[in-house]
């Protein structure tokens, strides 16, 4: 069965730096791209970024370029989402989703991670 | 960027009525368009790939229809199961990939 299971919900304050996680199991981790999707509170869905885990191969949207750093170390089957200063406008759910084999996109998806960031 | 310009953004509706939702792109994207739910407090569902493929285990009530720059979405009876968000998302182009503002389909 193939499973996307995200680290747990964050409280930070500005500043701060974070990493969230995003670990696959039950197919192949290395051979599928990997998506990250953001949903601000009661908003829509916006398309983050994907990742290669194979070879690290990675697409930014233009909107997140520079203020996030989507990673994966397929050693260990997971995909991380990072920041190196939060602020108050990155609170929102975070999504994974994986793109299928024939690489249509998010055909799964994680349970998300709530990340609040607030002084 | 390709824009995605999703329609209604909400609407009311009975159990048994056929609803469609609509997505026109802001340019040419072929087929390459799928189409997902969210409950509330849930994360996504992929109910359709490639404009009108069904996703295994989506039931056949759900309908996708569509190329080029006008996508369908038609649920033809709706069930209690279905009142949720709707969003398009096109992968023709990237980067960005880019999803449509959603469409909330609540009880009437």
């Known amino acids: 069965e193939v499973q996307l299971v995200q680290s747990g919900a964050e409280v930070k304050k500005p500043g701060e730096s974070l990493r969230i996680s995003c670990k696959g199991s039950?197919?192949?981790?290395?051979?599928?791209?990997i998506g990250w999707v953001r949903q601000m509170p009661g908003k829509g869905l916006e398309w983050m970024g994907i990742i290669y885990p194979a070879d690290s191969d990675t697409r930014y949207s233009p909107s997140f370029q520079g203020q996030v750093t989507i990673s994966a170390d397929k050693s260990i089957s997971t995909a991380y989402l990072q920041w190196s200063s939060l602020n108050a406008s990155d609170t929102a759910m975070y999504y994974c989703?994986?793109?299928?084999?024939?690489?249509?996109?998010?055909?799964?998806w994680g349970q998300g991670t709530l990340v609040t960031v607030s002084s | 960027d390709v824009q995605m310009t999703q329609s209604p953004s909400s609407l009311s509706a009975s159990v048994g009525d056929r609803v469609t939702i609509t997505c026109r792109a802001s340019?040419?994207?072929?087929?390459?368009l799928g189409w997902y739910q969210q409950k509330p407090g849930r994360a996504p569902k992929r109910l359709i790939y490639?404009?009108?493929t069904l996703q295994s285990g989506v039931p056949s009530r759900f309908t996708g229809s569509g190329s080029g720059t006008e996508f369908t979405l038609t649920i033809s009876s709706l069930q209690p199961e279905d009142f949720a968000t709707y969003y398009c998302?096109?992968?023709?182009?990237?980067?960005?990939?880019?999803f449509g503002q959603g469409t909330k389909v609540e009880i009437k």
């Open positions: 039950g197919y192949s981790f290395t051979n599928y791209w």
């Open positions: 490639a404009a009108s």
């Open positions: 340019q040419d994207i072929r087929n390459d």
């Open positions: 998302l096109q992968h023709h182009s990237y980067p960005p990939w880019t």
């Open positions: 989703a994986r793109h299928d084999s024939d690489v249509y996109p998010f055909d799964y």
